[in-house]
């Protein structure tokens, strides 16, 4: 069955330091993978996504993140965080149509 | 813009009530879904649809149903409200065509007394 394992439930990084969140998945095929964040009191909005091709995909607001298939992972990273950022970060792989989303990061931006 | 819009941002309710909770979207999408988003448990999936009238099952459907009458809305009812449904739904909707993007709602909170 397809899940996502997200390791860790909080991060806390300093302002201008680089992220990374961690995220793997359980997928029989060539999975389609993303990255949605969720702002305190909103929906979640797609940050990136990987069908296929290159394993370094570009999203909005600076980040990025690779598809390495031999560890089933899909990380995502930011070279420098921003205040703005904090929010909380789910991974998802796709069936088609349906979703299936990790239990989230949420990120704490330090001044 | 595209915009997917939940009726009621936060409810309260009491045990045993019927509960609609309703999500429009403004996009002629074919796909909407609904999840239920708890702390530690990211999202899941309770029902979606593909088309008008049109539903099938998610991971968690117990003590929901869905009604899709129109192409742009779709309601999520709980026949008898329960204290373990006590959550935040959240409402998405995607195009027909497979892109990998769901546009959500900005969610319902729901308390269940």
């Known amino acids: 069955a397809q899940s996502v394992t997200q390791p860790d439930i909080h991060i806390t990084v300093s302002e201008g330091a680089s992220l990374e969140l961690r995220c793997n998945y359980s997928y029989g095929a060539t999975p389609y993978l993303f990255w949605y964040v969720q702002s305190p009191g909103q929906g979640l909005q797609l940050l990136l996504k990987y069908f296929s091709g290159d394993t370094l995909v570009q999203g909005i607001k600076g980040f990025e993140a690779e598809f390495k298939r031999s560890q089933s992972s899909f990380n995502l990273r930011k070279p420098s965080v921003h205040w703005s950022d904090a929010a909380e970060y789910f991974c998802?792989?796709?069936?088609?149509?349906?979703?299936?989303f990790g239990s989230g990061t949420k990120l704490n931006v330090k001044p | 813009d595209v915009k997917v819009t939940q009726s009621s941002r936060y409810l309260v309710k009491r045990t045993g009530e019927k509960v609609f909770l309703e999500c429009v979207q403004d996009m002629d999408h074919e796909n909407m879904f609904w999840y239920r988003q708890d702390p530690g448990l990211g999202l899941r999936l309770i029902y979606f649809?593909?088309?008008?009238?049109?539903?099938e099952k998610g991971d968690i459907p117990e003590g929901y149903s869905v009604s899709r009458e129109k192409k742009e809305r779709f309601s999520l009812i709980l026949e008898s409200a329960s204290t373990n449904q006590t959550s935040m739904y959240l409402c998405?909707?995607?195009?027909?065509?497979?892109?990998?993007?769901?546009?959500f709602g900005e969610g319902s909170r729901l308390t269940v007394l």
């Open positions: 649809s593909y088309d008008v009238k049109m539903k």
């Open positions: 998405a909707s995607s195009s027909g065509q497979f892109t990998g993007e769901l546009f």
């Open positions: 998802a792989v796709a069936d088609f149509n349906k979703f299936y």
